[in-house]
């Protein structure tokens, strides 16, 4: 199979691995992308949280919660910043999030298609469309999520709308401080990206794809090692990459003394409250969406002599 310079573009953006390498690792897999980003992970040339791609769309998250009950977080993307920052286009991101914290629709389809709050002759789908003819850029609903709790829920907004968090927590006990520990806790998932609030939720598939992964890069930084130092570094390198992607492991950012786990503990007991984390959702906008980069793509054709 021929292997494009758009490809290796793809590839790069997706891993963050060098050009060259990326093109090897197409060539290697005949240009299958999910392989090749297998290839580069094994080879230790691409990092796995680079997979969902390069964040690179403009647009706003916004999110709102309402008696600590019930929230709602959204992403709506746009062509530019300027017109992100614009009051017509904030506006609107504003009724967007009002609409989601009160519908019923599973899924962005469903979403779309119901009757639109402030004027239920039309649809969410065709305000978005109104709103692209009065903005004169095209614009996108691309997600939403919605939560309804028995405990409390939290929010969180960083850089303006660039990242956005709800935290959602079982908890016999809602007052002031028991919100500032779960905003607490919003602002790190903000800045150190979990995947997984605790390690319960980890798949056994998930476990056995990464040892693979860290079987294969051991072995190559260490072809001498017999295997049964590999098989314990394997198993202390899982256990750190758990500590990164799993919240309640994660070390507190605002007290390294403490894991998240165990912050939460604290403030808990503190308010003789029975609080424990149970869901949170982190939007980033424009993630795994791109731009077109044309002269990117023009030094990567001239560098594969294409």
């Not at 690792?25 to 949280?49: I, P």
């Not at 647009?59 to 709506?76: F, H, Q, S």
């Not at 051991?218 to 072809?223: G, Q, S, T, V």
Request: charged content about 30%; some cysteine; aromatic content about 6%.
């Amino acid at each position: 199979m021929a292997i494009t310079a758009g490809m290796v573009k793809e590839l790069r953006e997706m891993t963050g691995a060098g050009m060259m390498d990326c093109k090897k690792a197409l060539t290697e897999t005949n240009g299958d992308m999910d392989e090749a980003v297998e290839f580069l992970r094994k080879n230790g040339q691409a990092k796995a949280e680079k997979k969902a791609g390069r964040i690179a769309a403009e647009g706003v998250v916004k999110a709102i919660v309402k008696d600590d009950k019930v929230a709602a977080i959204v992403e709506v993307n746009s062509e530019t910043d300027f017109v992100a920052k614009n009051e017509e286009f904030q506006k609107f991101v504003d009724a967007v999030v009002n609409q989601a914290a009160n519908t019923d629709a599973a899924d962005i389809d469903a979403f779309l298609a119901e009757a639109w709050a402030e004027d239920t002759t039309k649809t969410v789908k065709d305000a978005l469309v109104a709103e692209v003819a009065v903005i004169g850029e095209n614009l996108n609903i691309r997600r939403f999520e919605k939560i309804v709790t028995d405990g409390c829920v939290v929010s969180y907004i960083h850089g303006g709308g660039r990242i956005g968090v709800l935290v959602e927590a079982d908890t016999d006990v809602v007052n002031d401080e028991i919100r500032t520990c779960l905003k607490n806790v919003a602002m790190q998932i903000a800045a150190m990206y979990p995947k997984y609030v605790s390690r319960s939720e980890v798949s056994q598939e998930y476990m056995d794809h990464e040892k693979e992964i860290l079987l294969a890069q051991a072995k190559l930084e260490n072809p001498e090692k017999p295997e049964n130092i590999i098989e314990k570094m394997i198993i202390g390198r899982l256990n750190k990459e758990l500590k990164e992607v799993c919240l309640l492991d994660q070390v507190y950012v605002q007290d390294s003394d403490l894991t998240v786990a165990k912050y939460v503990e604290k403030v808990g007991k503190e308010n003789n409250a029975n609080l424990a984390v149970k869901k949170f959702v982190r939007f980033e906008t424009g993630e795994g969406l791109e731009k077109k980069q044309e002269d990117f793509a023009a030094e990567v054709a001239a560098q594969m002599g294409q």
